[in-house]
């Protein structure tokens, strides 16, 4: 076994078994000492072992970053990333303010048909945070459950603060940035628009569905409403960082004629 790959299934081991223990901590539960000085332990080692990697990956690719990257799987890189953007977005969202938006650009919303999922989503995770904090009659398992809970809710809230505060983004040359939140981001050219109209699709499949023939749906609220035809295929990253291409773009716009008519005019 290679040391890369041993840092990688150590990694995988420790930091799961290090948020457990985080989560029991933050609840007030104090672990057996024994299981406490075996994460501890597992994670030090594993810790040993990333700095003796990282540092002979250092000496071969001249970058600390580049040696991050081998050791570090691009899924989980994106994962983190995700969820700090969308923590972010909160901050952005409190303080009323977007991101990647300038003077001069259109910002098209696309939230309206996730909007009431989303509070009911969180409606019902806060009854369920309460149902169990009153049915649960062990202490310490509440307290874990309860930031379990709590954690998923903030979750919630910063999924969907991430999409308000990353609208789409026309520019005034006609480069449209197509996103969700954090999660996906695809810039299109003004010269690789061949098309574009108003179409309302209700395609099936998850957040980023690709066809064989390169149809990308980007799916809000299981629809679609806005159609762009290519003049050429695009690459782009899923949002586990999975490459794929598409040469017909579908994606959900609040106001998909103000989008649509405002491609055209930059196209003119």
Do not use: K, N
Not at 16 to 26: F, K, Q, R, W
Not at 36 to 44: D, F, P, Q, R
């Amino acid at each position: 076994m290679s040391a890369v790959r041993a840092a990688r299934i150590g990694a995988a081991l420790a930091v799961p078994g290090e948020m457990v223990l985080v989560v029991y901590l933050a609840a007030g539960v104090r672990p057996p000492g024994a299981v406490t000085a075996a994460v501890e332990g597992l994670v030090l080692g594993v810790l040993l072992l990333e700095v003796r990697v990282l540092a002979g990956l250092r000496r071969s690719t001249g970058s600390w970053w580049q040696a991050l990257r081998a050791v570090v799987p691009e899924p989980v890189r994106r994962l983190l990333l995700h969820e700090l953007r969308a923590c972010a977005g909160l901050g952005r969202w409190v303080a009323r303010r977007t991101h990647g938006v300038r003077p001069g650009d259109l910002a098209a919303a696309y939230t309206g048909p996730q909007t009431a999922m989303m509070y009911g989503l969180l409606f019902v995770s806060l009854i369920e945070t309460a149902g169990l904090a009153l049915l649960i009659p062990w202490p310490a398992v509440d307290r874990v459950v309860l930031a379990l809970d709590l954690y998923g809710v903030l979750l919630v809230l910063a999924l969907h603060a991430a999409c308000v505060t990353r609208p789409h983004v026309l520019r005034p040359d006609g480069t449209l940035r197509i996103r969700y939140g954090a999660l996906f981001d695809l810039t299109v050219p003004p010269d690789a628009v061949a098309s574009a109209r108003v179409e309302r699709r209700y395609p099936q499949g998850r957040l980023v569905t690709v066809s064989e023939d390169g149809v990308l749906d980007l799916i809000v609220g299981s629809q679609t409403t806005v159609t762009l035809e290519l003049t050429r295929p695009l690459d782009f990253r899923r949002p586990l960082g999975a490459p794929a291409r598409a040469r017909t773009l579908r994606f959900h716009a609040d106001d998909p004629h103000a989008l649509v008519t405002a491609l055209r005019r930059a196209a003119r």
